[in-house]
Structure formats: C-alpha cells, structure tokens
C-alpha cells in the first residue's frame, strides 16, 4: 500500500509560482513512477506531468510544458512539481499519483494504483 500527501497549494496571482511537493509512504519509492494530474471544477481530470522510476525521464502536457518541472528525491520519497508563470487555467485540484507500471508514463489516469487527496491550487487574475 502506498499512502500519498500532497503539499504547497494555495491563491497566487497569475505570473505567480509555485511548488507541489508529494510525499510518499513506502519503502521501494524508487520502483515507483509518478505522474501530477489536475481537475477543474466541471472538467475531467487530465494529466500535468510524469516521471520516470530514477528521474531520468520527464513528460509534460503540452499546456504546461516550459512553465512547469518534474522532479523527484528518491531519497525523501518526494516528487515535486514547480509552476512558474501560472495562469489562471492552471487552477485547479491537483493530486499525485503512483504506480509501477511503464504505463505510468502514458499520460493516462487509468494506470495508477495510487493517488494523493489533492491539495487546490488557485490563480487569480
């Protein structure tokens, strides 16, 4: 069982940054690929960003690419994603996600096991 909390949310202005971190509860976080998707209030929930088991593979969804990074401390069982030039489209819940599998990395929710409760993120105008 993999437990997953998420931190750094909050209101921030567009332009603004911000820093998600995932913290995760297992002893084998390296076996582990993780992905950041995000849900709107209306909207399905579409995938943000992914990364490789050792960090050396990253993937972006093309509205967040070059704003956003994914990064990962296997050693913290820790996967950040850091969000310069927000705007106000990127508000949202945004959760965490694990799951061993390569289809992890397909951009696709479905292959997760394990999800985060969400922490809000908030763009203001």
């Known amino acids: 069982q993999v437990q997953l909390v998420e931190s750094g949310g909050g209101l921030v202005q567009a332009g603004g940054s911000l820093r998600l971190s995932c913290a995760a509860s297992?002893?084998?976080?390296?076996?582990?690929?993780m992905g950041w998707f995000r849900q709107a209030p209306g909207k399905e929930r579409e995938f943000v960003s992914a990364?490789?088991?050792?960090?050396?593979?990253?993937f972006y969804a093309d509205s967040v690419k070059g704003r956003f990074t994914i990064s990962r401390d296997n050693a913290k069982n820790t996967v950040y994603l850091q969000m310069n030039s927000l705007k106000p489209e990127d508000t949202a819940v945004y959760y965490c996600?694990?799951?061993?599998?390569?289809?992890?990395?397909?951009?696709?929710?479905?292959?997760?096991?394990?999800w985060g409760q969400g922490t809000q993120v908030t763009v203001s105008s």
């Open positions: 996600a694990a799951d061993q599998s390569f289809g992890a990395l397909s951009g696709s929710p479905l292959p997760y096991d394990y």
């Open positions: 297992v002893r084998t976080f390296s076996s582990y690929a």
């Open positions: 990364i490789s088991w050792s960090g050396g593979s990253t």
